[in-house]
């Protein structure tokens, strides 16, 4: 598989002494959906700019689509979509006459342009603020309408710099959709940033972690989340449960149960975890006792993703994967 984006050492120090990024390795593979997952200041929006030629690198390079990105490298850019943290409107325009602008500066004409951006704002879900001023837009639908302006070149790439930042979760979870949409249908390359977990691990093929400026994680989806994967579930039950925690412990993988408010943290050897997982549902149903409810870590997973990062802060990441291996 080819790789859409590649840096090689990508470095960016400001004035002298930020590191905004430091010695950056990644491999963007054709036709993922790549999420770019770090905390606030970790260096993403800067590796953006790295990318898109908007700024330049102390040290290292960037290839896209298998040629080197220099500044204002302009053909480059056609075949990209970029959408900015938090993008900036002319006055008084609407979503038909931004579009049209766009669409005017790409040197798209007009027969293909004006039936694109119906297309557009429809798959958006702007059609009834199709002639309204941006200007008066809330936070998800300019989100929504930036989104439509980057497609309007119909790129190969599309890099989002944090799409759902301020969104509410209904304004999360369409945005969600569209980048899905796009990735599975459409056969883009999805490059999106963003410092939520939740929303990285429901839509993306591959991950990037960045932390200080640091890529302490490149691989895919299934990679990160057996590497974070919380080795606790946490389990409600109802009926006669005194004997129940003693018998947990005497579970051979299990390693710690903790007793909560309202639950029962069990934790478990992840070499055994879905034997371990039998045995206790076996033991459920022998003492007759009721699951009111079962967590096998999701909640936790963020939790999790901040305990690997201050690993890496005090140990380096590599002794966090050996410690879990
Ligand atoms: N133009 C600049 N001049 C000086 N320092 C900068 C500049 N741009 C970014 N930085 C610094 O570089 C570091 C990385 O910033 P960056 O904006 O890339 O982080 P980010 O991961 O996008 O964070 P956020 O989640 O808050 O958007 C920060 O410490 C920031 O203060
Ligand atoms: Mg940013």
């Known amino acids: 598989m080819q790789s859409v984006i590649e840096t090689q050492s990508l470095t960016k120090i400001f004035n002298q002494k930020t590191i905004a990024v430091n010695d950056l390795y990644l491999t963007v593979p054709e036709n993922s959906i790549y999420g770019f997952l770090g905390p606030n200041g970790a260096g993403k929006t800067t590796t953006i700019k790295l990318m898109l030629g908007l700024i330049r690198p102390s040290a290292g390079s960037v290839r896209m689509f298998g040629a080197p990105v220099r500044m204002d490298s302009?053909?480059?850019?056609?075949?990209?979509?970029?959408?900015?943290?938090?993008?900036?409107?002319?006055?008084?325009?609407?979503?038909?006459?931004?579009?049209?602008?766009?669409?005017?500066?790409?040197?798209?004409?007009?027969?293909?342009?004006?039936?694109?951006?119906?297309?557009?704002?429809?798959?958006?879900?702007?059609?009834?603020?199709?002639?309204?001023?941006?200007?008066?837009?809330?936070?998800?639908?300019?989100?929504?309408?930036?989104?439509?302006?980057?497609?309007?070149?119909?790129?190969?790439?599309?890099?989002?710099?944090?799409p759902t930042l301020g969104l509410d979760p209904i304004g999360r979870a369409s945005t969600v959709k569209l980048i899905t949409e796009l990735g599975n249908r459409e056969g883009k390359t999805v490059f999106v940033s963003s410092h939520i977990l939740a929303d990285i691990e429901r839509f993306c093929t591959h991950v990037g972690i960045i932390n200080s400026g640091k890529l302490i994680f490149n691989g895919t989806v299934t990679e990160v989340k057996k590497l974070i994967r919380t080795n606790?579930?946490?389990?409600?039950?109802?009926?006669?449960?005194?004997?129940?925690?003693?018998?947990?412990?005497?579970?051979?993988?299990?390693?710690?149960?903790?007793?909560?408010?309202?639950?029962?943290?069990?934790?478990?050897?992840?070499?055994?975890?879905?034997?371990?997982?039998?045995?206790?549902?076996?033991?459920?149903?022998?003492?007759?006792?009721?699951?009111?409810?079962?967590?096998?870590?999701?909640?936790?997973?963020?939790?999790?993703?901040?305990?690997?990062?201050?690993?890496?802060?005090?140990?380096?990441?590599?002794?966090?994967?050996?410690?879990?291996?």
């Open 232 to 325: 606790t579930v946490e389990l409600q039950v109802e009926g006669k449960t005194e004997s129940f925690l003693s018998e947990l412990e005497a579970i051979p993988h299990i390693t710690n149960v903790q007793s909560l408010r309202h639950a029962i943290r069990i934790s478990i050897d992840p070499q055994y975890h879905s034997e371990t997982l039998l045995d206790i549902f076996k033991i459920l149903i022998e003492r007759n006792l009721e699951l009111v409810s079962l967590n096998l870590g999701s909640e936790t997973l963020e939790e999790a993703f901040l305990d690997l990062l201050e690993e890496e802060k005090s140990h380096g990441f590599l002794r966090a994967i050996s410690r879990r291996a």
């Open 74 to 162: 302009s053909d480059v850019r056609r075949r990209i979509g970029y959408l900015p943290t938090q993008p900036g409107f002319p006055d008084a325009m609407t979503p038909i006459t931004y579009l049209d602008f766009i669409g005017k500066v790409f040197g798209i004409p007009r027969q293909v342009r004006i039936p694109r951006i119906t297309e557009l704002i429809r798959s958006v879900d702007l059609l009834p603020l199709s002639s309204s001023e941006i200007k008066r837009f809330s936070t998800g639908e300019i989100t929504r309408i930036a989104m439509a302006a980057c497609l309007i070149n119909d790129p190969e790439l599309l890099i989002l710099d944090e």
